[in-house]
């Protein structure tokens, strides 16, 4: 399974989007603000030693205003 995160403004923040459990079908995001967000993903892994989270590395979004 899959989880999602999304921080605004830098990558250091809490996320304001952290969803588990992702599956094959994705997930849709709606109603963030134009601005900068920064997005990962982790891979959870259950083993013997217990539960263990792999994450990409963050990657820059941009939300731009609607155009009028």
Do not use: M
Not at 22 to 49: A, C, H, K, M
């Amino acid at each position: 399974l899959y989880r999602f995160q999304i921080a605004a403004h830098a990558p250091e923040t809490a996320p304001i989007i952290d969803e588990l459990d992702v599956g094959p079908q994705g997930l849709d995001i709606g109603n963030l603000e134009p601005g900068t967000y920064f997005w990962r993903v982790g891979l959870t892994l259950l083993g013997s030693d217990g539960r263990v989270e792999n994450w990409t590395p963050y990657s820059r979004l941009t939300v731009a205003p609607p155009e009028k």
